[in-house]
């Protein structure tokens, strides 16, 4: 990876932690989106490193707000994305060896229906939804999880609809995603797959998000809520679309 890819990839890491740090969501999704467009590293690398960041994101959120975590949503939520992981890992595995094009397609997609979804407000729901709920948007966010190492969309609206106080979702959708992180990277150590030497400078984005949501908390922007969410939806809008209309433009011409 040469200073210009670094420099790069450092700074969609700054607009991805900050952004999450603010919003709740869209680190994993404006990582893979920006490095899915500007190629600095390989898709596979860079849910790896997401992964990474998601985890270090995770223990500055956590280290105050743990005892925040809504245990009884917390645990079907999670056992559920644990185990259809292994599919969306098993599904990454099986397009990279088809396309690298309908990789991008797929990411892309993947990040306008999850900017769309996450922009409109979720209706609040009367009382707490059963454990089998939490199971099906969990698996959702599993099979997304071990495609891209982004889990959130399904498992956030989902969440925000529930009477829960906004801390215990934000604490248990953190812990969530995190557990889920970590043992995405368990299976990618297992398997193999983990990215060559030359792309490890990567690492150097922790720092980057361990600043970005310092800042994030201490001075945050003069926008509202409303505001940055909005701003979210159009960055990750136009960022999958942008990914998956080239790779759709190449497919369909090669087939004519």
């Known amino acids: 990876m040469d200073l210009s890819g670094l420099a790069g990839l450092l700074a969609i890491a700054f607009v991805a932690a900050y952004t999450q740090t603010l919003t709740g969501f869209a680190l994993g999704l404006i990582m893979m989106g920006g490095v899915g467009l500007t190629g600095v590293v390989p898709l596979p690398d860079a849910a790896v490193?997401?992964?990474?960041l998601v985890v270090v994101n995770a223990v500055q959120v956590l280290a105050k707000g743990w005892r925040e975590?809504?245990?009884?949503?917390?645990?079907?939520?999670?056992?559920?994305?644990?185990?259809?992981?292994?599919l969306g890992y098993w599904l990454l595995g099986l397009m990279m060896a088809a396309s690298l094009d309908w990789?991008?397609?797929?990411?892309g997609l993947v990040i306008v229906v999850s900017s769309i979804q996450l922009s409109l407000k979720p209706e609040p729901l009367p009382k707490m939804s059963g454990p089998v709920s939490f199971g099906v948007f969990g698996a959702a966010a599993g099979v997304m999880g071990g495609l891209f190492s982004t889990a959130g969309p399904p498992l956030i609206y989902h969440f925000y609809r529930q009477p829960l106080k906004p801390s215990a979702v934000r604490e248990t959708l953190v812990a969530i995603f995190a557990t889920n992180a970590l043992i995405r990277l368990g299976m990618v150590t297992v398997a193999g797959h983990l990215p060559s030497?030359?792309?490890?400078?990567?690492?150097?984005?922790?720092?980057?998000?361990?600043?970005?949501?310092?800042?994030?908390?201490?001075?945050?922007?003069?926008l509202s809520p409303v505001a940055m969410r909005r701003a979210a939806f159009a960055l990750l809008f136009l960022s999958g679309v942008s990914l998956a209309l080239p790779a759709i433009v190449k497919l369909a011409s090669q087939a004519a």
């Open 103 to 107: 990789l991008k397609i797929v990411l």
């Open 197 to 222: 030497s030359s792309y490890w400078w990567g690492l150097t984005a922790i720092p980057v998000v361990i600043l970005a949501t310092y800042l994030a908390k201490r001075f945050p922007p003069p």
């Open 49 to 52: 490193l997401v992964s990474i």
């Open 69 to 86: 975590v809504a245990i009884r949503q917390f645990v079907p939520a999670l056992a559920a994305s644990l185990v259809f992981l292994g």
